[in-house]
């Protein structure tokens, strides 16, 4: 026994884990961080494995909102600290099926009443094997497995508040680029109306009153043109934080963004798509995977009413002339007379009403969501279309102004206020059209439709550079 006891010892030691420092260096993680780009060959790979189709020129000089989209799931950090949370889940798994240690007690005793020429020392040796009863520990595997699902159906979650936040600055910027486009046009028209009117002014043909209005709408459309391009610079800036990548990394790549699609308004305000954004959205499951693991709790709690069984073996050797050696068997039970764990069980029931309560109102505010951003998208899309009634009466009314200017029965300063007011029915229609995209993807957000995740999602990753 004394030579087993060493090796005992050591081969308990050799299968411990042992720290490995792993020390942040904020300067190097900002480097890589800065260095982010669309140009890399593993996001290339990422790109075409997901979108599933090739590209033939890289880096890709365009990219659309889907590009966008997997580019965002590739980087942003909000994902892989959503992924560190599964794995901490993951881990508490283990922690719940690990299995509870036998403990060894030695007790030497000295007797200095042994007669003869033998040791006084009686070594005593006792074991304790705890046994578990009930089903404690499956019950902890169970309930460790729910939140694990829940953490993992978080990144879904996490990803989408990412697709949200890319749509949402992706459309203001392009919304902003167009709206700037128009208002420079409409900067050049006010130029050459106030011009015209000064020639008149000089002629004595009009009054100064006349010029002073157009200088004043001229001041007015060079400010918005300026806040315009200041609101574009603005959400480009933001559209590089949704992806996860420094503004930088958008240099010298053209930002796509459909705005007259509509594409997917079917998909989303079905019937069908509120029935599964009911019962199937990453929250709505994520839900109800931690009221499955109050329910686990609860029945934890209640198996621990049942007391564990110890054994206690035990071994003596008495070195006295008989040379004894002794063995005995312990058992141990503890009595639940006292205390039967009433109190933590009433807390598990109470932390199980509180899941279904949350579960509740998860689902309440889903639905409230749902209506609402419907009832938005439903009022944008009528406003859209009677600005566009308008916008197709200006366009025909500049049409023929053109052809009035071209008989001779309008002169160019009418050519040039019909031109501007049909680009001030342009600029009203793109705010439409943008406040209808806003909609559209409120609803997406709330049905979470139409994009499908990829599963690389669910994948460890660490600070990807160039």
Known sequence: ???????????VL??????????????????????RALTNEPLRTFLETNLHRPFISWPAPAWDFDMLTLAAFYYHPSLEVARAEWRTAQGAIKTAGGRLNPSV??????????????????????????????GKRRRRIEQAQFLSESARLNIATAAWQVRSELRSS??????AQQRAQILERQVALQKDIRARLEQQLQAGAIATAEITAARVALAKVSVDLADAQSQSAEAR?????????????????????????TSSTDLITSTEARRAALQGRSDILAGLADYAASQAALQLEIA???????????????QGSAGDSQWQLGITVELPVLNRNQGPIAEAEARRAASAARFLALQARVIGQIDRSFAVYEASSKSLSSLGTLAAAQKALHQSTQAQYQAGAADQLELLSSELELNTASLAQLGAQAKLQQAIGALEDAVQRPLELPQAIFQSSSIKAK
Request: one cysteine or more; hydrophobic letters at 40%; glycine letters at 8%.
């Open 304 to 318: 621990r009413q049942y007391p564990d069984v110890h054994l206690s073996p035990g071994y003596s050797w008495n």
């Open 237 to 261: 800036a933001r559209v590089a934080e949704a992806v996860g990548v420094p503004v930088s990394a958008l240099n010298r790549i053209v930002l796509n963004f459909d705005l007259s699609s």
């Open 14 to 35: 050799a299968g411990c884990s042992r720290f490995q420092p792993r020390p942040l260096s904020p300067g190097e993680s900002a480097a890589q961080l800065e260095g």
């Open 170 to 175: 992706l459309l203001d910027f392009v919304a």
């Open 105 to 134: 007690s030695v007790t030497p005793a000295y007797d200095y009443g042994i007669p003869g020429n033998y040791s006084p020392w009686l070594p005593l040796i006792t074991f304790d094997i705890p046994i578990e009863t009930a």
């Open 1 to 11: 026994m004394k030579r087993l006891f060493p090796f005992l010892v050591l081969g």
